[in-house]
C-alpha cells in the first residue's frame, strides 16, 4: 500500500498545473514542459520524432531499489536523485515466464518483452500531451497483468505513445512493480 502511496504523491508532481512545470534555462532548445520537479528529484523527458506531440518521461523512480537489507521489507520513498533524465526505459522486474520458447511466444512475439530483469525496478512512465485540448486532462493509470509471473510498464503492444498522439485529452502512466514469488511467495 505504501508503494502506491509513493507512487501517486510523484505522479502528482507530474500532473500539477503548468505552473509548477519549469524549463531550465540551459535547455531553452528543447520543447518547454520536458523538465519537471518532484519529490524526489528534477526529471527532464522527451519528445521523439515518432510522436512530436507527446511528452514522455520514462525511468522515474518511485520507490528505494528494494535491495539487499531492504529486499522483504515495506517499500521505502525514492531518494532525492537531484537533476536526472527520464528518456530510457529502466529494467523490468524479476519474471517468472519460462525460457520464452513455447509456441504461445513463437506465435505472439510482440507480447515478449526482452528488456533487462533487475530487483531495481520501481519506476513509473509517463505520456502526456504535448498540446492538450483542455487546461487539466484526466490521468489514466495502466496496470500491466501477467498473472503474477510477468508484467512490465512498456511492453511493446501496450505503449499508448500514439494513442496520447492522436487524441490529446489524457495521461497515461505505467508503472513496475515486482509480479513473482518475490512479492507475492504464494504465485
Same mark, same amino acid.
Given at each position: 500500500? /505504501?508503494?502506491? !502511496?509513493?507512487? *501517486? +504523491? %510523484?505522479?502528482s508532481?507530474?500532473?500539477?498545473?503548468?505552473? @509548477?512545470?519549469?524549463?531550465?534555462?540551459h $535547455?531553452?532548445?528543447?520543447? #518547454?514542459? *520536458?523538465?519537471?520537479?518532484?519529490?524526489?528529484?528534477?526529471?527532464?523527458?522527451?519528445?521523439? +520524432? @515518432?510522436?512530436?506531440?507527446?511528452?514522455?518521461?520514462?525511468?522515474?523512480?518511485?520507490?528505494?531499489p528494494?535491495?539487499?537489507?531492504?529486499?522483504?521489507?515495506? #517499500?521505502?520513498?525514492?531518494?532525492?536523485?537531484?537533476?536526472?533524465?527520464?528518456?530510457?526505459?529502466? &529494467?523490468?522486474?524479476?519474471?517468472?515466464?519460462?525460457?520464452?520458447?513455447?509456441?504461445?511466444?513463437? =506465435? =505472439?512475439? $510482440?507480447? %515478449?518483452?526482452?528488456?533487462? $530483469?533487475?530487483?531495481?525496478?520501481?519506476?513509473?512512465?509517463?505520456?502526456? &500531451? /504535448?498540446?492538450?485540448?483542455?487546461? /487539466?486532462v #484526466? !490521468?489514466?493509470?495502466?496496470?500491466?497483468?501477467g498473472?503474477?509471473?510477468?508484467?512490465?510498464?512498456?511492453? *511493446?503492444?501496450?505503449?499508448?505513445?500514439?494513442? !496520447?498522439? /492522436?487524441?490529446?485529452?489524457?495521461?497515461?502512466?505505467?508503472?513496475?512493480? $515486482?509480479?513473482?514469488?518475490?512479492?507475492?511467495?504464494?504465485?
Amino acid at each position: 500500500m /505504501r508503494a502506491h !502511496v509513493i507512487a *501517486l +504523491s %510523484l505522479l502528482s508532481a507530474f500532473t500539477a498545473d503548468a505552473a @509548477t512545470v519549469r524549463e531550465d534555462s540551459h $535547455e531553452r532548445a528543447k520543447p #518547454p514542459g *520536458l523538465t519537471v520537479k518532484t519529490t524526489s528529484g528534477t526529471f527532464t523527458g522527451l519528445v521523439n +520524432s @515518432t510522436t512530436p506531440n507527446v511528452r514522455q518521461w520514462l525511468g522515474v523512480p518511485y520507490g528505494r531499489p528494494p535491495l539487499g537489507s531492504l529486499r522483504f521489507m515495506p #517499500p521505502e520513498k525514492a531518494p532525492n536523485y537531484g537533476a536526472a533524465d527520464a528518456k530510457a526505459y529502466k &529494467p523490468i522486474c524479476h519474471q517468472n515466464s519460462g525460457n520464452k520458447s513455447s509456441l504461445y511466444w513463437q =506465435l =505472439l512475439p $510482440e507480447y %515478449l518483452n526482452r528488456d533487462p $530483469e533487475s530487483e531495481d525496478c520501481l519506476y513509473l512512465n509517463i505520456w502526456a &500531451p /504535448r498540446q492538450p485540448r483542455e487546461k /487539466r486532462v #484526466p !490521468v489514466i493509470i495502466w496496470v500491466s497483468g501477467g498473472g503474477f509471473k510477468e508484467g512490465g510498464g512498456h511492453a *511493446l503492444y501496450q505503449v499508448p505513445d500514439q494513442w !496520447v498522439q /492522436r487524441m490529446q485529452t489524457h495521461i497515461v502512466v505505467t508503472f513496475k512493480y $515486482e509480479p513473482t514469488y518475490l512479492t507475492y511467495p504464494c504465485s
